[in-house]
């Protein structure tokens, strides 16, 4: 039950339907930043944090944001609701708009906003299961000093190509390193290792995104009494860990089976089962508020 929409320029319309002029910079460019959001039972999970993190991005890049918070969450909402799926996935895009050919985003006059809602397509169940594979890719992330990592632009060209190195290794998900040789974040989530039953992330510094699934997974690893703290890594450490895991909306939490081939002590291990667990129980305590908020 349920169809793909799409909320653009004030109207909803059938995912196919939706259409974006050839001169929005947003694709002449990527000038643009944009949330990917899960809804489970309806409701959006940790949505204030990714309008927060939205703003944040637009503010950086000097693109206004002409919605406030309360219409974004409102068009959210509606378009969840007009979607009349129960479980799926949100992309919020804020493009600077349609503007001459030019480079110049002085001739983009208003900011373009557009909400999909969607049925997500599941990762591959037996990766799940078994865990990923992960390559460290040759492609660098971009140094902070050229694009700060927390703006989460519409430009993800350096992700891509690093996801396709993975593709042509067979495997399904690739590390990227900055330029000191640390390692960053995957293509699209976040990693973490496990040694000694101590959880441990690169630094935003170091180059990855502030995940907001990374940001619930050290809440709910202080809730378990699981000891999980920022530090730089380098190839040697994803290497000798005794787990590896990855984190983002559309992931959720996913178990490293092998990194270049080297396997992991363990996967899925013991840390990583018990963060998954307090994970999926914070989704099913979202979707029961959904099916209250719906009973009223
Ligand atoms: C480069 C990158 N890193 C990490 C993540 C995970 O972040 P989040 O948990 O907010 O989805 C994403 C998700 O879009 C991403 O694109």
């Keep these: 039950m349920g169809q793909a929409i799409c909320w653009m320029d004030d109207e909803l319309l059938p995912l196919h339907a939706?259409?974006?002029?050839?001169?929005?910079?947003?694709?002449?460019?990527?000038?643009?930043v944009f949330e990917g959001i899960r809804f489970y039972g309806g409701?959006?999970?940790?949505?204030?944090?990714?309008?927060?993190?939205?703003?944040?991005?637009?503010?950086?890049?000097?693109?206004?944001?002409?919605?406030?918070?309360?219409e974004l969450e409102r068009i959210v909402r509606d378009t969840v609701a007009a979607s009349g799926l129960d479980d799926g996935y949100l992309r919020l895009l804020v493009t600077r708009g349609d503007g001459a050919l030019g480079i110049d985003p002085r001739s983009c006059v208003r900011p373009r906003l557009i909400v999909i809602a969607d049925r997500l397509q599941l990762l591959d169940p037996a990766v799940r299961h078994q865990g990923a594979r992960l390559i460290i890719a040759a492609t660098r992330r971009l140094p902070a000093d050229g694009l700060d990592p927390r703006i989460k632009s519409l430009n993800y060209l350096n992700h891509i190509l690093a996801r396709i190195e993975a593709?042509?290794?067979?495997?399904?998900?690739?590390?990227?390193?900055?330029?000191?040789?640390?390692?960053?974040?995957?293509?699209?989530?976040?990693?973490?290792?496990?040694?000694?039953?101590?959880?441990?992330?690169?630094?935003?510094?170091?180059?990855?995104?502030?995940?907001?699934?990374?940001?619930?997974?050290?809440?709910?690893?202080?809730?378990?009494?699981?000891?999980?703290?920022?530090?730089?890594?380098t190839a040697f450490d994803l290497y000798s860990a005794d787990e590896c895991f990855l984190s983002g909306t559309a992931a959720e939490l996913i178990p490293v089976r092998s990194i270049d081939d080297r396997a992991m002590a363990s996967c899925p291990g013991p840390v990583f089962e018990r963060l998954d667990a307090a994970f999926h129980a914070r989704v099913e305590q979202l979707r029961a508020q959904g099916r209250s908020r719906s009973a009223h």
């Design 43 to 70: 409701e959006p999970l940790l949505l204030a944090e990714h309008l927060r993190r939205l703003r944040d991005s637009a503010r950086a890049i000097a693109l206004d944001l002409l919605w406030n918070s309360d």
């Design 18 to 32: 939706a259409r974006v002029p050839v001169l929005d910079h947003g694709l002449l460019y990527g000038d643009g």
């Design 167 to 233: 593709n042509r290794a067979g495997a399904d998900e690739a590390v990227l390193l900055n330029a000191q040789g640390r390692v960053t974040e995957g293509s699209a989530d976040n990693l973490f290792i496990v040694r000694d039953g101590q959880v441990w992330t690169p630094p935003v510094s170091d180059g990855a995104l502030a995940g907001i699934t990374r940001g619930l997974l050290f809440e709910l690893a202080g809730e378990a009494g699981i000891g999980i703290a920022e530090r730089s890594l």
